[in-house]
T-cell receptor, first 114, second 118 residues
Framework: GNSVTQMEGPVTLSEEAFLTINCTYTATGYPSLFWYVQYPGEGLQLLLKATKADDKGSNKGFEATYRKETTSFHLEKGSVQVSDSAVYFCALRRPGAGSYQLTFGKGTKLSVIP | GAVVSQHPSRVICKSGTSVKIECRSLDFQATTMFWYRQFPKKSLMLMATSNEGSKATYEQGVEKDKFLINHASLTLSTLTVTSAHPEDSSFYIC??????????????FGNGTRLTVT
């Protein structure tokens, strides 16, 4: 079956530090990959996505590259801000799944301190 | 961009009562809506998938008689927690898939509902 594995948190960084949140997946075929962000007390917002191998998704300074060979989609940001404090979810959707259902990782909580 | 409105954002109810949560797609038609439950420090647990005009498909272990889902139109789905108990207290989030979306289209999420049962 499909699964997503994220690095366990919480992750605490100082402002302007480099961020990496690892994400690996297991799926048949070529899934689409997503990163969602959840700010405290809110729902999920799409951060970025990639739909095929070697695609790079980017948004708000965050990047993730779809690596088929390592089945990974690690999230990176060169310089984090306090406002980036949130929970980050890696997710996949398998082609032909029919219902467009997402499979989520367990989430990684990021705290950025001034 | 696509907006999903979820209401209420917070609700407190007494044990034994029922609570209805609404999920509306404001600027697009949603053929499929999903209901998730989020436990503290845990990921999202998919509860059910609802398709407009048909019965919802529930995930294993989710009581369909307790969590009633109705998807009467392409812009509205409701989740009713019946005879709520304190263990039903949680954060419930809906999401919607656009009618003309593809597998590459992201889901759009509501802001969630914090349910507290006393």
């Amino acid at each position: 079956g499909n699964s997503v594995t994220q690095m366990e948190g919480p992750v605490t960084l100082s402002e302007e530090a480099f961020l990496t949140i690892n994400c690996t997946y297991t799926a048949t075929g070529y899934p689409s990959l997503f990163w969602y962000v959840q700010y405290p007390g809110e729902g999920l917002q799409l951060l970025l996505k990639a739909t095929k191998a070697d695609d790079k998704g980017s948004n708000k300074g965050f990047e993730a590259t779809y690596r088929k060979e390592t089945t990974s989609f690690h999230l990176e940001k060169g310089s984090v801000q306090v406002s980036d404090s949130a929970v980050y979810f890696c997710a996949l959707r398998r082609p032909g799944a029919g219902s467009y259902q997402l499979t989520f990782g367990k989430g990684t909580k990021l705290s950025v301190i001034p | 961009g696509a907006v999903v409105s979820q209401h209420p954002s917070r609700v407190i109810c007494k044990s034994g009562t029922s609570v209805k949560i609404e999920c509306r797609s404001l600027d697009f038609q949603a053929t499929t809506m999903f209901w998730y439950r989020q436990f503290p420090k845990k990921s999202l647990m998919l509860m059910a998938t609802s398709n407009e005009g048909s019965k919802a498909t529930y995930e294993q272990g989710v009581e369909k008689d307790k969590f009633l889902i109705n998807h009467a139109s392409l812009t509205l789905s409701t989740l009713t927690v019946t005879s709520a108990h304190p263990e039903d207290s949680s954060f419930y989030i809906c999401s919607a898939s656009p009618k003309h979306g593809t597998v590459n289209s992201p889901l759009h999420f509501g802001n969630g509902t914090r349910l507290t049962v006393t």
